[in-house]
C-alpha cells in the first residue's frame, strides 16, 4: 500500500526529533505541514520565504537523509510556502519551490555549485537558538580607532562618531559619506557599524554593499518574494548601504529601497550611505531617493594631505608591526598623492619585493618599487599569465583549468583565474571564457560574481585572493 504525506513526514520527523536539539525542533520542524505526496515528490508547507530558506541553508542533508530513508533513492522535496497575513480578505499566498539540496546534477558541468544550489540564499541569517540573528556582515578591522582624522574627512569622521553614540537619535540621519574611490569611506561606515555593535550588542546593524542588495532583490522578486526581502531589511535598527551610486543600473531595487528607507527613517532608524558622488550629482537615481538622502547629512571625504598620509603610514605599519626608515616613509607619503588605497598598496608592494629579495627597506628601494607602482601595468599582462600563476599556487595542473571538470579545487581556481582575468587584462569577458575550453560570458560574470561573494563571506578565501592579485600586480611591474 502506497504510504500517505502524513505517514512519510511523521516517519520522517522521528528521526529528526531525536537528531535536532529540542529548541531547534520546536522552531523549524514543527510548524512544517506535510501538504502532497506525488511520485515520490514530498511537498511541505511552510510559513514564509524566510523559514524555506532556513531549512534549505541548515537542515537540508538531513531532510534529505531521511526522506531518502522512507521513499527512497528518488525521494524529492518540495517546499510550499504559505504566506498567511491573517487579513481575511487577503487569501494567502502559496508558492511551490524545490528542494535545490535533492537535486541531482545531470552531465553538464556544474559550475557554480554556491550560486545554484541556493537561489534565494539569505546570507545574513546565522543559527540562532531563540531569535534569528542577523550577521551584521562587519568586518571588525574598521574601527575609529584605526581611522585617521586629517582635514580631509575631519566632518565626516566627526559626524560617524556622533552617529555612532546615538543612532537614529541625531539628525543626521541619513549620514551620506561621499568621495573618490579609496579615501575611506567603506571604511568610515563600517567602523559606525562596528561602533554600535560594540556599545549597543542588541541593535541589529547591517552592512551590505548596493550590489548585493541589488542581487538579492533580484532573486527574491524572481521567486515572488518582494514582501520578504523589504520585510527582513525593515527589521534592521542601523543600516549601512555603501556604493549607492550602483543603483543607478537598478530602477525596481530603488523602488524597494525606498519602502525600506521611509520605513526605518520613521521608526527612528539609523541609515548610513555611501557614495562616489554628492547626493545631488548621482545620475539614474530616482529623484524621491535623493531628496531623501539630502535629509539628513552629506559629509565629503578628500584626498588626504602630505601629514595625514605620513600618520596613515604610520599607524598602518604600526598595526602590522612593521618597522621602515622615516625618510621612507616621507618618500611614500609624499610621491603617493592619489588616495589612501594606493598608499597601501604602495606599502605592501614595498614589503613584498623586501622579502622576496631579501632585502632591507631602504630609500634606494622604494625608489624602484614606487617608480613601478606609480605607471601601474606597465607590463602588459597575459590571460595566460595568470592562468599559469593560479595553476602554480593552487597545484592544479594547466589543461585541468580548461577542462570540463567539477572537481571543487579546480572549479575554485577557474573562478578565480576568471576573475584576475577581468581585473588585470583589457580582454572582453567573451574573451576570456574562450581562453577556458570556450566557456561564454555568462560563465565569466558568474564566476566574478561567486568569487566576490566568497570573498565576502570567507576569510581564507579572501587570503588566498588577496595574495594572488598581489602577485599579479608585482608581475605587472
Ligand atoms: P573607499 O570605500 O572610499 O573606496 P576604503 O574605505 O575601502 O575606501 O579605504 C581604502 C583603504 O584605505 C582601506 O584599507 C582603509 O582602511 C584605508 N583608509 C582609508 N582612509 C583611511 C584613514 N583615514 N585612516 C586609515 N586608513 C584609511
Ligand atoms: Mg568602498
Not at 93 to 121: A, Q, R
Not at 185 to 213: C, D, M
Not at 301 to 317: A, G, N, S
Request: aromatic content about 10%.
Amino acid at each position: 500500500m502506497d504510504k500517505t504525506h502524513e505517514k512519510v513526514w511523521n516517519n520522517c520527523l522521528a528521526i529528526i526529533k531525536d537528531i535536532v536539539e529540542w529548541q531547534h525542533f520546536k522552531t523549524w520542524f514543527e510548524p512544517i505541514k506535510p501538504a502532497a505526496l506525488k511520485d515520490k515528490v514530498l511537498t511541505i508547507q511552510v510559513p514564509s520565504q524566510f523559514f524555506y530558506e532556513y531549512l534549505e541553508e541548515h537542515y537540508v542533508n538531513l531532510l534529505a537523509k531521511t526522506l531518502k530513508r522512507e521513499l527512497g533513492k528518488e525521494a524529492r522535496l518540495e517546499y510550499r510556502i504559505m504566506v498567511d497575513s491573517g487579513n481575511e480578505k487577503n487569501k494567502p499566498l502559496t508558492m511551490d519551490i524545490p528542494g535545490h539540496g535533492f537535486k541531482t546534477y545531470s552531465n553538464n558541468e556544474m559550475d557554480f555549485p554556491l550560486v545554484i544550489s541556493n537561489p534565494v540564499k539569505n546570507p545574513f541569517v546565522i543559527p540562532g537558538l531563540k531569535k534569528m540573528q542577523i550577521d551584521p556582515q562587519l568586518n571588525p578591522i574598521y574601527s575609529f580607532e584605526s581611522f585617521i582624522e586629517g582635514d580631509c574627512n575631519r566632518v565626516a569622521r566627526r559626524a560617524g562618531k556622533t552617529v555612532a553614540e546615538k543612532p537614529g537619535a541625531t539628525s543626521f540621519n541619513p549620514l551620506v559619506i561621499y568621495g573618490g574611490v579609496g579615501l575611506g569611506k567603506t571604511h568610515l561606515a563600517q567602523a559606525i557599524g562596528n561602533e554600535v555593535k560594540r556599545s549597543n550588542p542588541n541593535k541589529v546593524v547591517l552592512y551590505v554593499s548596493s550590489e548585493k542588495f541589488i542581487n538579492q532583490f533580484q532573486d527574491h522578486s524572481r521567486n515572488n518574494a518582494i514582501n520578504d526581502f523589504i520585510h527582513f531589511y525593515q527589521m534592521i535598527d542601523v543600516l549601512v548601504i555603501d556604493d549607492v551610486q550602483f543603483f543607478n543600473r537598478a530602477e525596481k531595487s530603488q523602488d524597494a529601497l525606498f519602502a525600506i528607507f521611509n520605513h526605518l527613517h520613521q521608526s527612528g532608524k539609523q541609515l548610513i550611505l555611501t557614495s562616489d558622488k554628492s547626493p545631488k550629482d548621482l545620475e539614474g537615481v530616482q529623484e524621491r531617493l535623493l531628496s531623501r538622502f539630502r535629509w539628513g547629512l552629506s559629509a565629503d571625504m578628500q584626498v588626504p594631505d602630505y601629514e595625514t598620509r605620513i600618520e596613515i603610514l604610520e599607524k598602518k605599519m604600526k598595526n602590522d608591526g612593521l618597522e621602515m626608515p622615516k625618510e621612507v616613509v616621507k618618500y611614500i607619503a609624499y610621491n603617493i598623492q592619489s588616495n589612501v588605497r594606493e598608499l597601501e598598496g604602495a606599502l605592501i608592494s614595498l614589503l613584498a619585493q623586501s622579502s622576496l629579495n631579501k632585502r632591507e627597506i631602504d630609500l634606494e628601494l622604494a625608489k624602484k618599487v614606487l617608480r613601478n607602482f606609480v605607471k601601474t601595468s606597465s607590463k602588459e599582462i597575459t590571460i595566460e599569465t595568470i592562468q599559469k600563476m593560479v595553476c602554480d599556487y593552487f597545484d592544479v595542473p594547466y589543461e585541468r583549468l580548461l577542462q570540463k571538470t567539477r572537481k571543487r579545487e579546480v572549479v575554485q581556481a577557474r573562478q578565480i583565474t576568471m576573475y584576475l582575468a577581468k581585473l588585470f587584462t583589457k580582454n572582453s569577458l567573451k574573451t576570456i571564457g574562450e581562453h577556458f575550453g570556450g566557456r561564454d560570458h555568462t560563465t565569466v560574470i558568474h564566476s566574478c560574481q561567486t568569487v566576490k561573494d566568497l570573498m565576502d563571506t570567507d576569510g581564507m578565501f579572501r587570503e588566498s585572493v588577496m595574495e594572488l592579485q598581489q602577485k599579479v600586480q608585482l608581475a605587472a611591474m
